[in-house]
């Protein structure tokens, strides 16, 4: 199965905000808000305005933070990926 490529709501579009280990996202258009814990935020982050896969938010994650060694994140990152475009955060580009 091919890797999706997505990109991720416009940044103008979302308020962020951090309350301890949770994450607020408040998303304008659709006027939800959405609880997030780790790695959805830092997926959006590191996707950017850029359009992404599965492999690149790994090597961007992979930059940042230590991913723990512990086999590829890839599959893990396309499951949170199409969690995003579940709801909406990210769109197939």
């Known amino acids: 199965m091919a890797d999706r490529v997505y990109r991720a709501a416009p940044p103008e579009t979302l308020r962020i905000e951090a309350l301890g280990d949770l994450t607020v996202l408040f998303d304008r258009r659709s006027m939800q808000t959405h609880l997030m814990i780790q790695p959805m935020p830092e997926i959006l982050a590191a ?32 499951e949170r990926l ?8 990210v769109a197939e580009a």
């Open 82 to 89: 199409a969690e995003l475009a579940a709801m909406g955060l």
């Open 47 to 78: 996707m950017a305005d850029d359009r992404c896969n599965a492999a690149t938010v790994a090597e961007r994650l992979a930059a940042r933070f230590d991913l723990g060694g512990e086999g590829d994140p890839m599959p893990l990152i396309a």
